[in-house]
């Protein structure tokens, strides 16, 4: 069974920098693509960064030149780096791998404010 737990996530203010981590057991990580979606208050789930076996990379154009996924696959581990983050990027932060499983993790919450 895939279990994902998301860590990184903290209060900031505009224009600060956060890392996430994921961290995938259950599963054979390096075979899998990983992605990072998010979720605010009141607003649908909504794809953020995804990166392949290869460590081919692409953006929600949103976060297209402020946000970077890697991946360590000797960790079993994902990441997001986050940088000049704005108000609207708060949300809780999830990973999965793509496409996605049915067990989505805790999340992790980032706040961007003033």
């Known amino acids: 069974q895939v279990k994902l737990v998301e860590s990184g996530g903290d209060l900031v203010q505009p224009g600060g920098s956060l890392r996430l981590s994921c961290v995938a057991s259950?599963?054979?990580?390096?075979?899998?693509?990983m992605a990072w979606y998010r979720q605010a208050p009141v607003k649908e789930r909504e794809f953020v960064a995804r990166?392949?076996?290869?460590?081919?990379?692409n953006y929600a154009g949103s976060v297209k030149g402020r946000f970077s996924i890697s991946r360590d696959n000797a960790k079993n581990t994902v990441y997001l780096q986050m940088n000049n983050l704005k108000p609207e990027d708060t949300a809780v932060y999830y990973c999965?791998?793509?496409?996605?499983?049915?067990?989505w993790g805790q999340g992790t919450q980032v706040t961007v404010s003033s």
């Open positions: 999965n791998t793509d496409p996605q499983s049915d067990s």
């Open positions: 259950g599963i054979f990580f390096r075979t899998n693509a």
């Open positions: 990166i392949s076996t290869l460590s081919y990379t």
